[in-house]
């Protein structure tokens, strides 16, 4: 049992076997990624199309390293950023591995997928094949592309390492959350009753305040929006943890009953609450 008031922390545990495998798997995810990116990138007619694939890639790769991740249950939050960056890598990579293999460009498909300089020889290779054809995108512009290239794939990888994951180590799975929000009246009772509650609040005063699941669209000036999220494990429900921010929320341009929320402002990330807090909570937020 974590003490109230006390902050989660990634233990940094994981077992070498199903870590392999997660990573060996997301080898080859990585290499199929690329490889369909290459495919749609080279039949593709119409050059700025190539930023459309290139969002579709990184989405793909997005989805497939999250579940990697997620089945490795992995806490080691250093190893579990490298092995991301290496598989965001190799997708990118792949792809000029599979342009040497079609051009004949003489370099091994291996070196151009694990060996940065081989990957390096073959962008310069393309680079002078594009510049002898004349090419729109020769003149040194085709490396500002691929540049970007590189550089989206490994915002992906950050995206990734990004998210915050609770793991309760006694079930051995990840956390489920909960989320509901405060408007404007609350937001004021919830930094009433903090203050009140001194520093060793505990959110403990979270039950008497008045959330709502689903925020409405607006159409004139932004509003500030609290959300609350409670994490929790579904099967033994101990060590519940609550995260907490602040956000202005957009105003709805399109029409399309969306409720965007932007500027996050973190108050409160991965503090240990009471079980009965919890339980008022989740039953709240339902």
Not at 74 to 82: D, E, G, I, Y
Not at 112 to 134: E, S, Y
Not at 179 to 185: D, G, V, Y
Not at 251 to 263: A, G, R, W, Y
Request: aromatic share 16%; proline share 3%.
């Amino acid at each position: 049992m974590h003490t109230p008031g006390t902050y989660y922390k990634a233990s940094g545990q994981f077992i070498p076997k199903r870590l392999g495998i997660s990573t060996l798997v997301g080898i080859l995810l990585a290499i199929f990624i690329g490889w369909l990116y290459y495919i749609l990138g080279r039949i593709n007619p119409f050059v700025y199309l190539n930023f459309i694939i290139l969002a579709l890639a990184m989405f793909g790769s997005a989805a497939a390293f999250t579940i990697i991740l997620y089945h490795s249950q992995s806490r080691h939050t250093k190893l579990n950023t490298a092995i991301v960056v290496l598989l965001c890598y190799l997708t990118w990579s792949s792809q000029w591995a599979f342009f040497n293999q079609h051009w004949h460009y003489g370099y091994s498909f291996w070196g151009g997928l694990f060996n940065p300089l081989t990957t390096l020889k073959i962008i310069n290779a393309r680079g002078d094949q594009l510049d002898m054809g004349r090419s729109f995108l020769s003149g040194g512009f085709q490396y500002l592309c691929y540049i970007a290239e590189l550089a989206g794939f490994m915002f992906t990888a950050k995206w990734i390492t990004a998210s915050k994951d609770y793991f309760c180590e006694d079930c051995k799975q990840f956390y489920t959350q909960q989320a509901s929000h405060l408007l404007e009246t609350e937001i004021e009772n919830f930094h009433l009753l903090k203050e009140m509650g001194g520093e060793d609040h505990q959110y403990r005063f979270l039950p008497q305040l008045v959330f709502v699941k689903k925020l409405t669209p607006i159409y004139a000036a932004q509003k500030p929006v609290m959300k609350v999220t409670l994490h929790y494990c579904a099967r033994c429900h101990e060590n519940n943890i609550v995260s907490v921010s602040s956000f202005m929320q957009d105003v709805d341009s399109s029409n399309k009953l969306k409720t965007p929320l932007i500027n996050e402002q973190p108050i409160t990330v991965g503090m240990y609450i009471a079980k009965t807090t919890a339980d008022v909570l989740q039953r709240k937020f339902v």
